[in-house]
């Protein structure tokens, strides 16, 4: 399938339901990452430029139509946009291949159509939003009623990550519109292209003006200016450990809510009756779906000492096959890395890895040239306490080591200052279950790797994060629980 030349979106903020450029005129660049030339300015916020869009949010939630509105109406507008999303595809893949180097045609089977669903999905939650009747148990029945009910939680900052830009904007989007609470949408500096175009989307499919504002900018003055406003209700972010915990002292100000979806280490873990065929396949998903550059990442890879030397050999085979390209090419298997600044930090720890006494089984350097390429990449003979067996890379870069015992696999697993997510191979449906249970994380899949949908609720144990998305746990995300008792 031929790609088609993207359309670049407005590349101004977005206020009120106007695209505005920043109060003091600055911009920054967006890169290419398969050329690393500029493809756009985008305008720039700082703190005056937030505080607009949180006082334009807050009118838009207190005073505006779409809190009050038929639960009904809110859901059709999510539906609309979801629609919007597909017919518009194409255009979409595009802009994220370019902006972020994926391979344009993952971002067509996978980034685009999640998307869609999510917003199709919350649609159906918007009707949802329910109580219960409480009978009191320490008081004579009839003469008081008890219940509870969910209101939106209010003004709401997003802040998403570059490696699924547009879909980490529909995972935050998509519930908070669906409950009635207003946004304030800020995408990471390195890819500001599709959630400009995902606001006007929504501002064409009937989203008020005021409800959903777009800050494009600098983490340390946009970003940080979001988490800091005394009248934003609550942060939702995507992103690092290293981050997340600065919002988190930055929130404890004003007691904001907060929800965080943090980094991960993701153990692999493949025992020696597992479908081999099936397990190198997805081994090789887990680690180098989007170059490595996802938070559930399976980069560490156990194996069972009986097949171990046989499955790596085959692993290497693969990672040595992937055609590696720009993003725009339907062919490419592996893009750039997003920046040049994640290139050096990916070589960096292959580096660390190769001083610490890692062997290189294939891999391990960057392919040159322009852009921000790096080759798949095995490391083996690794211990325990290896920087790069224990610290997130976020790269096309895999851990490998065997063990014997499943007691000393669970452990190697969870001994991680992580837990967002886990994959277990084997042909053993009792011992899958066992070890699902013993692992430390917020998602096991069993026999496959990044499974995800918008009914599965989404987080992580340690310092993986704090609560859940997706599923019916995103009620909880963007609504406040009330307790309402009258007597009669």
Not at 11 to 26: M, Q
Not at 134 to 143: D, E, I, S, Y
Not at 225 to 245: C, L, Q, R, W
Not at 363 to 389: C, H, K, N, W
Request: charged content about 20%; glycine content about 10%; aromatic content about 6%.
């Amino acid at each position: 399938m031929s790609t088609p030349t993207p359309q670049l979106p407005p590349l101004k903020l977005f206020i009120n339901g106007e695209w505005v450029d920043a109060r003091s005129g600055a911009t920054l660049s967006t890169v290419n990452p398969a050329t690393g030339q500029p493809i756009a300015q985008v305008a720039s916020a700082d703190a005056q430029d937030v505080d607009l869009a949180v006082r334009s949010a807050r009118a838009a939630f207190e005073k505006g139509p779409w809190a009050k509105a038929p639960p009904m109406a809110r859901s059709r507008v999510l539906t609309r946009i979801a629609d919007m999303i597909e017919a518009r595809g194409e255009e979409l893949a595009a802009l994220e291949s370019l902006d972020n180097g994926k391979p344009v045609s993952a971002a067509r089977m996978a980034d685009i159509p999640s998307a869609a669903n999510v917003f199709r999905y919350m649609a159906g939650w918007a009707t949802r939003m329910e109580g219960e009747q409480l009978p009191l148990a320490g008081r004579p029945q009839g003469q008081f009623l008890a219940y509870t009910q969910r209101d939106p939680m209010g003004v709401v900052g997003q802040i998403v990550p570059w490696n699924f830009p547009l879909l980490m904007a529909a995972w935050k989007v998509a519930p908070a519109l669906a409950f009635g609470c207003a946004s304030i949408l800020k995408p990471a500096e390195q890819t500001p292209l599709t959630a400009a175009a995902l606001v006007a989307i929504a501002h064409e499919a009937g989203v008020p003006p005021g409800q959903l504002n777009l800050i494009q900018g600098l983490g340390h003055s946009s970003g940080a200016a979001i988490v800091a406003h005394p009248d934003v209700d609550k942060i939702a972010f995507t992103g690092s450990t290293e981050v997340g915990k600065m919002i988190v002292r930055s929130g404890s100000d004003t007691l904001k809510r907060i929800s965080l979806e943090l980094g991960g280490k993701s153990p692999v873990i493949v025992m020696g009756d597992a479908d081999l065929d099936a397990a190198v396949k997805g081994a090789a998903h887990a680690i180098f779906f989007n170059q490595g550059q996802v938070c559930t990442a399976g980069s560490r890879l156990y194996v069972h000492e009986s097949i171990y030397d046989k499955f790596v050999e085959r692993l290497v085979a693969v990672a040595s096959a992937l055609k590696i390209g720009p993003g725009l090419d339907p062919d490419t298997q592996i893009g750039p890395l997003v920046s040049d600044e994640q290139l050096r930090r990916v070589a960096g720890y292959v580096d660390i890895g190769r001083k610490e006494g890692a062997g290189v089984a294939v891999g391990g350097e960057a392919v040159g040239g322009a852009g921000y390429f790096y080759r798949p990449t095995i490391l083996t003979d690794v211990r325990q306490s290896m920087r790069v067996v224990q610290e997130e890379i976020f790269g096309p870069v895999l851990v490998a080591t065997r063990f014997k015992e499943v007691d000393e696999v669970v452990a190697h697993a969870n001994n991680s200052i992580y837990g967002l997510a886990a994959s277990i191979w084997t042909r053993d449906v009792s011992r899958a279950h066992a070890v699902a249970r013993a692992v430390q994380a917020g998602t096991v899949w069993i026999n496959c790797h990044h499974v995800m949908d918008a009914a599965m609720p989404f987080g992580g144990y340690k310092e993986s994060g704090w609560g859940r998305e997706m599923g019916s746990a995103a009620l909880e995300m963007y609504t406040e629980p009330k307790t309402v008792c009258i007597q009669l």
